[in-house]
């Protein structure tokens, strides 16, 4: 067994960009707090590589070719694509994990029918993960990406599917492995609606991510989600993929929706690797 770690981030661009326009301060430090936590454990697990099953914003692919899932197997990967000034992150070059990247695609694709890329642009949805979580960009990177974006969608039963898959291709591998599923619940970004959450909607998957209750979390349909979470809540798709990676039950390490400026309720939360 070589997954080491398996947790849950939230990946909202005003979680740096905006940071000095919070009023509760004490609850931005506390998301702070937690987010360092996960840092230290991942650096505990002695990851040698990090697996961020991430939905990125049109960053890489658009509506002409939209993979359902996509694997970066390249050398490097650069970000943020956004302005710097505006995501308070600065641009810079991330190391990939070519060989290990390229060995887990072969092995996903005996169940899964993945794209993979040689090249990768890390959007927000990538970079505000990284900046909390390996703030040095010394830990190779493998990006992972879920269409959770341009409809038509994978089921959620794919979205498993791909997650047990992945950690197949863990188990498969000598190299010890920390994976993050970053996303958000609940959000309605980039709309009138922005900043808007649904905390009990919130709260309720989450509460299902802990009772490791596969058929509830499964049970979404998509218009469901589209009315109670928003489009951003077609982000599940990453927690539930990192779920059925970790195979073991959430523990919710931190959740507020008391921090409406970063427009999501921000989680942090690890699994019991089983
Ligand atoms: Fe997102």
Not at 125 to 132: A, E, R, W
Not at 185 to 192: C, G, L, Q
Not at 208 to 224: M, V
Request: hydrophobic fraction near 40%.
């Amino acid at each position: 067994m070589t997954l080491v770690y398996a947790g849950l981030t939230s990946h909202a661009p005003g979680m740096t960009g905006r940071a000095h326009m919070v009023e509760n301060t004490n609850e931005r430090d506390l998301l702070y707090a937690a987010l360092d936590q996960q840092r230290q454990e991942i650096q505990d697990s002695g990851a040698e590589a990090l697996i961020v099953v991430a939905a990125e914003h049109f960053a890489n692919f658009f509506m002409d070719n939209m993979p359902a899932y996509c694997i970066g197997i390249g050398e490097y990967h650069v970000g943020p694509i956004e302005d710097p000034a505006w995501l308070k992150i600065e641009k810079t070059t991330i190391p990939g994990a070519p060989a290990l990247a390229g060995a887990i695609a072969q092995e996903v694709l005996q169940s899964v029918d993945i794209a993979y890329a040689e090249e990768w642009k890390c959007d927000h949805g990538i970079m505000v993960p990284l900046h909390f979580l390996t703030p040095k960009y010394d830990l190779p990177i493998i990006p992972m990406n879920i269409n959770c974006q341009g409809p038509p969608l994978t089921p959620l039963s794919r979205a498993w599917a791909f997650g047990e898959a992945v950690r197949r291709a863990c188990d498969a591998s000598s190299s010890k492995i920390a994976l993050i599923g970053t996303g958000g619940i609940s959000h309605w970004p980039a709309t009138p609606d922005s900043g808007k959450i649904n905390e009990a909607w919130d709260r309720e998957f989450l509460d299902r991510l802990t009772r490791q209750d596969k058929a509830a979390l499964l049970s979404y349909t998509d218009s469901e989600t589209y009315q109670d979470a928003g489009q951003g809540g077609f982000e599940i798709r990453t927690h539930i993929a990192a779920a059925a990676a970790a195979g073991g039950p959430c523990h919710v390490q931190f959740y507020t929706a008391n921090l409406p400026i970063f427009a999501v309720g921000c989680t942090v939360a690890r699994f019991s690797v089983h």
